[in-house]
């Protein structure tokens, strides 16, 4: 059984840094990308960054030169690096696991940036 546990949420001041990361634990064969997405209240979920088993990546507008996404593939563990934040990065994160067969997703961690 696949699960995806994450972590490095919390409250922060604007312009402060967080790391989070998402390991998962379990057997997922062929692994196309992981990423994650944040929703904020009365807001949709949204594509926060994404990096493929390749290496390669794709953000958000609104995160560009802030936040960096990386993976580890050996340990099946992606990391979301965000600096300079900002009270609108106020939002639950959330990992996601995309394989040729699956799609997986993490439990949500609060990301809190007060001003």
């Known amino acids: 059984q696949v699960q995806l546990v994450e972590s490095g949420g919390g409250l922060v001041q604007a312009g402060g840094s967080l790391r989070l990361s998402c390991a998962a634990s379990g057997t997922i064969f062929s692994i196309n990308s992981m990423g994650w997405y944040r929703q904020a209240p009365g807001k949709q979920r949204e594509l926060v960054a994404v990096?493929?088993?390749?290496?390669?990546?794709n953000y958000a507008d609104s995160v560009k030169g802030r936040f960096t996404i990386s993976r580890d593939n050996a340990k099946n563990t992606v990391y979301l690096q965000m600096n300079s934040l900002k009270p609108e990065d106020t939002a639950v994160y959330y990992c996601?696991?995309?394989?040729?067969?699956?799609?997986?997703w993490g439990q949500g961690t609060q990301v809190t940036v007060s001003s």
């Open positions: 996601k696991v995309v394989s040729t067969w699956n799609d997986y």
């Open positions: 990096i493929t088993s390749g290496g390669s990546t």
